[in-house]
């Protein structure tokens, strides 16, 4: 391993200090809680929007119920009506035939009866789904409000994450064109084998990237060597300062 200058391997650390500052905040635009609270509240406003639609079938239909009870209120007085003129108006001739038409009035009169509790039921239902879909409808408002705002939220906590991260690929690049080719590449391979980590510094008897404590043998060794060398724990590169 050719020597190398105590400025490039300040550079060295400074680079992979950026990388990982870059890689936070892709692990945190991937987890941003702003993307997470849109998340739940797009899901939410998705709910509303189902129970609305639902409740207005339901509206339709117990609206066709009301209107087809209320032919049906309508024919039967028509009829009970027709039924009472026929006593006065000397059709019936008599006491049997009076006796029948009471017959058929009592019968009208009885099932106009339960047609007009049934229509009283179905305009308690229909004033029930209305005020059911009155509620939800204004909480579905106030969520695609609350969605709005937070998709701007995102969108600021994003945009601000996002200049950062255009800031430090520029100054990785920099920091990257100021290493010695060679050492870039070392750099870059031992990053892509260990996913994170590349370099370490010996610092307190120990390396700063796997912090498992070294012998005095060893540490005695390393001061003596080059000031680039390898963990001998974890074989990444290892920056011995002079
Ligand atoms: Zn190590």
Redesign the pocket.
Known sequence: MPDYTPEQLDLLLELQATDQRVRRIEHTLDDLPEQRELAISDQRAQELSRAVDELRVALDQAAAEQRQLEREVDVLSQRRDAERARIYDGSVVNARELKAVEAEIETTVRRLSEHEDLLLEALERTEAIEGRRDVLSTELEAERERREQLELARNDAASGLLAELGELKVARDREAAGLPAELRERYEQQLARTGGVAV?KLEDNA?T??R?GLSMADVGELYAGPPLTT?P??R?L?VVPA
């Open positions: 370490g390396c990237a796997c498992i963990c724990q974890c990444r290892l």
